[in-house]
């Protein structure tokens, strides 16, 4: 298939389920919570779909990255191997080395990590969601910046996708752990994540977290960059460059600035968790300590805002995004109608990624 036509599939397969499943969805009472059966065919056969879908799709600069990973792997290519640990991302820097040195082919080593990036996504939804695994599957697909950590900030996603699995797994802590590691082993990125989430692992109270956000968000519009320097002097020089406003760097295309669309896309969940926890009553530890652990990673990157690749930092909050927007829609019943409400958040979640596509980076790009 052409390159060209990637998102383009991608986007319409998920509009089509998303269509699918919510009108499906709407049709049922409030008294399906009380089941207890679990439902991940579908998932499965999806995450299959995607795996293979995304792992081999041809070489193009239209995935940005790929271009860059494809001429490391060809440079190790038959290359002796010994693990290096020393490398900046242990996990995923020696993957691509050993199977470069063993020879096997690039398609390989696009379509395993793929495989973890989806997978990951799979047993993450599985887990937080027994019973509509294949909706919140379906959702995750929606996200904003789920097909763009699946086919150029490979690296990233896949960490990502494997801190999800912690989230999921942070009651049975060896295993926590265990995905913990691995996320960082694939991207030192996570560092980040990992502080905050041992932070809200020990104090999850939305409330205090969501007044932090409100201060963070103000020294943002405020143009305050003291925090980003701060947090650039103390990082390695990649950290560094992200931090760093950078003339030639907007030169590719990247805006430095105040992100009112990002702002936005952000508070969403923040908002409408805070409505249900006051409003509707909800309670749950398990989604207290997600809202507090999406608020507070959301919170630094509004610190950062003015970095070149804001979008970037931006990530490490939003891969639990739509996890954080979600999951007490699903959770437990608390008010009428609830699979109605989902629905529309899901179709909202979604039209956002469709309205940044086909309006501001379609549209309005091509005018200005």
């Not at 995304?54 to 190790?76: C, E, K, Q, V, W």
């Not at 973890?116 to 909706?135: C, E, N, Q």
Request: overall charge positive; charged content about 10%; hydrophobic content about 50%.
């Amino acid at each position: 298939m052409d390159a060209n036509l990637y998102y383009t599939v991608f986007l319409t397969v998920v509009t089509i389920m998303t269509a699918v499943i919510s009108s499906k969805y709407s049709s049922y009472p409030d008294s399906r919570f009380a089941l207890r059966r679990t439902a991940s065919r579908g998932a499965l056969i999806l995450t299959v779909a995607m795996a293979l879908f995304i792992g081999l799709r041809p070489l193009s600069y239209l995935f940005t990255d790929m271009y860059n990973y494809h001429m490391l792997y060809y440079h190790a290519f038959g290359q002796p191997y010994s693990f290096n640990p020393d490398s900046e991302n242990i996990f995923f820097d020696n993957i691509l080395h050993y199977l470069a040195s063993e020879r096997y082919d690039l398609d390989l080593f696009f379509l395993l990590i793929a495989a973890i990036y989806f997978g990951g996504i799979f047993i993450a939804m599985k887990k937080l969601f027994p019973r509509d695994t294949l909706y919140a599957v379906v959702i995750y697909l929606g996200a904003f910046s789920t097909f763009s950590y699946a086919t150029n900030g490979i690296k990233a996603g896949a960490a990502a996708s494997i801190f999800l699995c912690a989230i999921a797994y942070r009651r049975q802590l060896p295993a926590c752990i265990m995905f913990l590691i691995a996320s960082l082993g694939f991207h030192h990125s996570m560092i980040m994540p990992i502080v905050a989430f041992a932070i809200c692992h020990f104090y999850s109270e939305p409330k205090k977290y969501l007044s932090l956000w409100i201060i963070c968000l103000i020294i943002a519009a405020c143009h305050i960059t003291f925090f980003q320097e701060l947090f650039g002097s103390m990082a390695n020089d990649q950290g560094a460059g992200y931090l760093i406003k950078d003339k030639a760097i907007s030169n590719w295309g990247y805006y430095a600035g105040f992100r009112f669309d990002f702002a936005l896309y952000s508070a969403a969940p923040i908002v409408l968790g805070y409505w249900l926890i006051t409003n509707c009553g909800y309670r749950s530890k398990t989604y207290n300590f997600i809202y507090s652990l999406y608020t507070l990673t959301n919170a630094v990157w509004l610190l950062c805002m003015y970095a070149s690749f804001t979008n970037r930092i931006a990530y490490l909050s939003w891969l639990m995004l739509p996890i954080a927007l979600t999951y007490p829609f699903f959770d437990s019943c608390f008010r009428p109608r609830q699979y109605r409400l989902a629905n529309t958040v899901a179709r909202c979640h979604l039209g956002f990624t469709l309205a940044m596509t086909i309006v501001y980076y379609g549209f309005l790009k091509a005018l200005f």
